[in-house]
């Protein structure tokens, strides 16, 4: 029975351990075609043939048949099905991690080569927390835009878990986040630290303060940001967090809400600064840094997977990162510069 590794819950084509014998000895050289590897990577990463399919917009069993053709030329079993649902088997492991591999360096290959002819071209993926995006599309976007025309991005919105998970399963290049976990898998391009602020409508009294302490926010109505944020998790480990999330008035899955929720004059959020900076900028929001410990410093990471090549393109954007983006020590504003 080959060795088991992974399970993810789904239903596949049938198997029996002795479908495929043992390969004879001796080292040959093994062509394999691209598609059944990319259909077998898709499966792999997806966790299900049916949510790979989805994905890929094709039937589930074309997915089924190419892997299967994948399985009897390498004479091998990729995978198999029990009552919990789908088993990666040792070797399943082993051809997704060389598929990664292959289309990895294909897509370095092709994207420096586009370089050594004078120009930087490819598809940068960037996951991004909410909090970042102003602070990424004001002050990236454009430059990067006339800097390198033939550059694309592709830019997810999504929750801190979200990111990380995306980035050690390659479904992004990069990742912004705010206070994330540590990971021995990720390694850090860029990061600096900010502390995270009371965000507050000017009329409120707590307006006058320099700094404050999150004991200091308790008697004003506040919007809280979900659990699966960075900010939400900060908050919960810090002295007073627990009754800010008891009593908040207002529990949200964007950022958009509560900052409107504090322009409403409605109460107050608790947010970095790059995150309202055009909102700073006009006097619409008054940011207090907080002080407590562990607030006081909170860190922004730009993330990718350890070992991940990187490509010219994504080279160029996660310089364009550090030099602009205020989440990093920048402040390079656009209708500044005109």
């Known amino acids: 029975m080959p060795k088991q590794q992974h399970i993810c819950s789904d239903y596949v084509i049938s198997f029996t351990s002795t479908k495929y014998p043992p390969p004879q000895s ?13 259909y077998f990577l898709a499966v792999f990463e997806a966790g299900s043939i049916r949510t790979a399919a989805e994905n890929l917009r094709i ?13 009897a030329h390498l004479e091998t079993l990729l995978m198999e099905r029990t009552k919990r649902g789908i088993i990666f088997t040792e070797s399943g492991h082993m051809v997704a991690a060389h598929a990664r591999r292959r289309f990895e360096m294909d897509e370095a290959f092709s994207v420096d080569l586009a370089a ?10 960037i996951a991004t927390g909410e909090g970042f ?7 990236v976007v454009r430059p990067l835009r006339d800097e390198f025309p033939d550059i694309r991005l592709e830019i997810d919105v999504a929750g801190t878990e979200k990111i990380t998970h995306g980035i050690l399963r390659d479904d992004y290049d990069m ?5 994330p976990p540590r990971n021995p898998d990720l390694e850090l391009l860029a990061e600096d630290h900010a502390p995270l602020c009371a965000l507050v409508p000017p009329g409120f009294d707590l307006a006058k303060k320099e700094t404050c302490t999150l004991s200091d926010t308790l008697n004003y109505p506040a919007a809280l940001l979900n659990p699966h944020f960075g900010v939400a998790k900060l908050l919960a480990n810090v002295d007073h967090g ?26 107050i959020t608790f947010l970095p600064a790059f995150a ?26 730009l993330l990718v997977r350890k070992g991940r090549p990187k490509t010219a393109a ?14 990093f020590g920048s402040a390079w504003y656009p209708e500044e510069h005109e």
């Open 26 to 38: 001796g080292t040959t050289t093994m062509k394999i075609d691209d598609k059944p590897l990319r």
């Open 133 to 139: 995006v102003v602070d990424l599309v004001n002050h």
């Open 59 to 71: 039937a589930p069993s074309a997915i089924s048949r190419q892997i299967a053709s994948l399985e």
């Open 116 to 125: 050594a002819r004078g120009a930087i071209a490819g598809t940068v993926r």
């Open 175 to 179: 990742g912004l986040v705010f206070n």
């Open 314 to 327: 994504v080279r160029a954007v996660t310089g364009m990162i550090r030099d602009r983006m205020e989440a």
């Open 242 to 267: 627990n009754r800010v999330a008891r009593d908040a008035f207002l529990t949200a899955d964007s950022i958009n809400v509560a900052v409107h929720f504090v322009l409403s004059g409605g109460g």
């Open 276 to 301: 309202v900076s055009r909102q700073l900028r006009r006097g619409e929001v008054v940011a207090i840094p907080l002080t407590d410990h562990f607030l006081a410093r909170v860190p922004s990471h």
